[in-house]
């Protein structure tokens, strides 16, 4: 493990583990004990007679940020800040809580000069029922119910929530939710898989079980095919779900911060059925009227469903959508590491299976195709199949013209690909709106 850091930085000899402070780096010990890599300490605190300090690895993502014990510290390269600002607020412990914060990051954000009024997300009380939260500052609306966002404060830096329940699954959250004060101090916070209300302890839920009717989704189920379900949600009419759909995938989005309202925007949530109800398995959002043409405003695979092929074909249903509505959709930018992994494959598969489907119009003829025939036949915007096709390395000069290369790899590939799961549209009842 090599990384040089900047000019910020200096090290100093560090006799005690006491002296390392919020701001220092220095070689950890990953969770797998094999390697070692340097982070920073974003917090301290001691727990009984022992100390512990929670690290975030530079070289990855945020999700495998923890807290690790003295002993998976490297003392011998500990580097300080050569200045510490004074202003820096004290270290959050894990359950505080920040107030949501807009922030206006994407293109289409300039062209908004109308401020729309913050609606807050309801929380729970001591008895679960549901109650007006704090509403959050006034600010423009952007063009995500999760909005991207580019700096992180003290607070939503750090994990604040141990575990949640859902339906089946018990899952460790990646990421900083703002779940209401009383709730991220517990072990774990219990999530009705039908409605996403969210409640203290197992009692709780089991109580609200019995008073819950929903079995799916609120909203029309517009897709079903097999065992697999996508309902329409509109972000005005099932406010409360829609916000709580937002709150949970906060959990596993890092590059988006949570906004509340939601009635610009329309949730479109797959599900698997089985003999209990309909389970659900992830969702994308999207903008009713976006003046970019985006298909997804946020779109995320519950952890336990993920390499299973969902995440493909949530990205699938909304280009069928934008073929349904006639029009060219592109995902909203930025897209999380693992987001842009899934488009990536997706939009390879789609193109690769365009190129190998298509027909020469004459015998004796290699067969021929334009970026536009692309566009038309896929839904996808030009730009993101020109990204794709340079991705995939099949463009070559050959003759004073271009020309596609398709590989033997690449036929095995999309052979293989073939056989996955796909989207039927004979099975999507959906009439575009407006």
């Not at 729970?124 to 509403?135: A, H, Q, R």
């Not at 479109?268 to 969702?283: A, E, I, Q």
Request: charged share 25%.
């Amino acid at each position: 493990m090599e990384r040089k850091l900047s000019d910020e930085y200096e090290e100093i000899v560090c006799e005690s583990v006491c002296a390392i402070v919020e701001g220092c780096r220095c070689p950890v010990l990953m969770k797998t004990g094999d390697e070692w890599q340097m982070a920073e300490i974003l917090s301290v605190k001691d727990h009984e007679t022992r100390r512990y300090f929670y690290v975030h690895f530079l070289e990855f993502n945020k999700r495998l940020d923890e807290w690790v014990e003295e002993g998976r510290l490297d003392q011998n390269k500990v580097y300080f800040p050569k200045k510490v600002q004074a202003s820096r607020p004290s270290s959050p412990v894990a359950g505080d809580v920040a107030p949501p914060m807009p922030i206006v990051s994407t293109p289409a954000a300039a062209n908004l000069k109308k401020k729309n009024k913050k609606r807050p997300i309801e929380e729970v009380n001591d008895e679960g029922d549901s109650m007006p939260g704090t509403p959050a500052p006034p600010g423009p609306r952007t063009t995500g119910s999760l909005l991207a966002h580019s700096n992180d404060d003290v607070v939503t830096r750090m994990k604040n929530i141990e575990m949640i329940e859902l339906g089946r699954h018990r899952i460790k959250p990646w990421y900083f939710a703002p779940y209401p004060q009383e709730l991220v101090s517990l072990p774990c916070i219990y999530i009705c898989e039908f409605c996403l209300k969210y409640r203290k302890s197992r009692k709780c839920l089991a109580r609200h079980l019995l008073k819950c009717k929903l079995r799916h989704p609120p909203g029309n189920e517009i897709y079903r095919k097999a065992t697999i379900s996508v309902f329409e949600i509109d972000g005005r009419k099932n406010k409360l779900y829609a916000q709580n759909l937002c709150l949970l995938a906060k959990l596993f989005l890092d590059h988006k911060t949570l906004y509340y309202d939601t009635d610009p925007f329309l949730f479109y949530v797959m599900t698997h059925l089985d003999n209990r109800g309909f389970h659900l398995v992830g969702y994308f959002s999207k903008e009713k009227e976006s003046s970019e043409d985006y298909n997804v405003a946020c779109i995320l695979t519950l952890p336990p469903y993920q390499r299973q092929g969902y995440g493909k074909l949530l990205i699938e249903f909304s280009y069928e959508l934008s073929k349904f509505e006639g029009k060219l959709g592109s995902p909203e930018k930025p897209l999380s590491d693992l987001g842009l992994l899934s488009y990536r494959s997706f939009w390879s598969q789609s193109i690769l299976n365009i190129l190998f489907t298509t027909k020469p119009t004459e015998v004796n003829e290699r067969p021929s195709i334009t970026i536009n025939d692309i566009c038309e036949q896929t839904s996808m915007k030009k730009d993101d199949v020109i990204s794709t096709l340079q991705t995939l390395g099949v463009i070559s000069y050959y003759k004073g013209g271009f020309v596609i290369v398709l590989t033997k790899e690449m036929i095995r590939n999309y052979e293989k690909a073939s056989q996955s799961v796909k989207i039927d549209p004979t099975f999507l009842h959906w009439t575009p709106k407006g």
